[in-house]
T-cell receptor, first 114, second 112 residues
Framework: DGGITQSPKYLFRKEGQNVTLSCEQN?????MYWYRQDPGQGLRLIYY???????QKGDIAEGYSVSREKKESFPLTVTSAQKNPTAFYLC?????????????FGEGSWLTVV | DAKTTQPPSMDCAEGRAANLPCNHS???????VYWYRQIHSQGPQYIIH???NNETNEMASLIITEDRKSSTLILPHATLRDTAVYYC?????????????FGTGTRLTIIP
């Protein structure tokens, strides 16, 4: 089945370390996104990419980096510059359609800084 | 994007229809109504969306009032697995950054 796969599901990081969250999709979608969700809060956009080798900052890009070398993959690196990285991270991709675009999400990755 | 208002919580008996309301009185003509749900510790799941006509799919029905200022998501035969937080989102569906604004949603509890 087609879908969006995020890994790992749970990740613990020591302060000062960089970590990379994986996001793979086999939906043949051009656009991909990374969101952050804090407990009891809505989603905030970190980065998005509309096409291979191109990406744009979202609302909270500081302390994060991404790459888009392949259509299927959009990894997110949480750097040591991110001051409060503990959160639930969601990867998504966009399906275009004649009656409106639809965003589909992966299952998410929990990152905890210890 | 237009602001939406949803009740914070609702209960529904298993097997009954769950009707979740959403007010979006400031909606513009080119804004769609989207519904997602999120089960704890999982990614949001797309349910349905519409512009002005009522829509139905295998998961739910979406009823949009004629003036488009409110809508109702209907889960026709609720099961325990439908317990989740349901988000109503109004936005322009165009190509570009997808700043989905999820509010606090409605926490729906299906009661056995």
């Amino acid at each position: 089945d087609g879908g969006i796969t995020q890994s790992p599901k749970y990740l613990f990081r020591k302060e000062g370390q960089n970590v990379t969250l994986s996001c793979e999709q086999n939906l043949n979608h051009d656009a991909m996104y990374w969101y952050r969700q804090d407990p009891g809060q809505g989603l905030r956009l970190i980065y998005y990419s509309q096409i291979v080798n191109d990406f744009q900052k979202g609302d909270i890009a500081e302390g994060y980096s991404v790459s888009r070398e392949k259509k299927e993959s959009f990894p997110l690196t949480v750097t040591s510059a991110q001051k409060n990285p503990t959160a639930f991270y969601l990867c998504a991709s966009r399906k275009p359609g004649p009656s409106g675009n639809t965003i589909y999400f992966g299952e998410g990755s929990w990152l905890t800084v210890v | 994007d237009a602001k939406t208002t949803q009740p914070p919580s609702m209960d529904c008996a298993e097997g009954r229809a769950a009707n979740l309301p959403c007010n979006h009185s400031t909606i513009s003509g080119n804004e769609y109504v989207y519904w997602y749900r999120q089960i704890h510790s999982q990614g949001p799941q797309y349910i349905i969306h519409g512009l002005k006509n009522n829509e139905t799919n295998e998961m739910a029905s979406l009823i949009i009032t004629e003036d488009r200022k409110s809508s109702t998501l209907i889960l026709p035969h609720a099961t325990l697995r439908d317990t989740a937080v349901y988000y109503c989102i109004v936005r322009v569906s165009n190509f570009g950054n997808e700043k989905l604004t999820f509010g606090t949603g409605t926490r729906l509890t299906i009661i056995p």
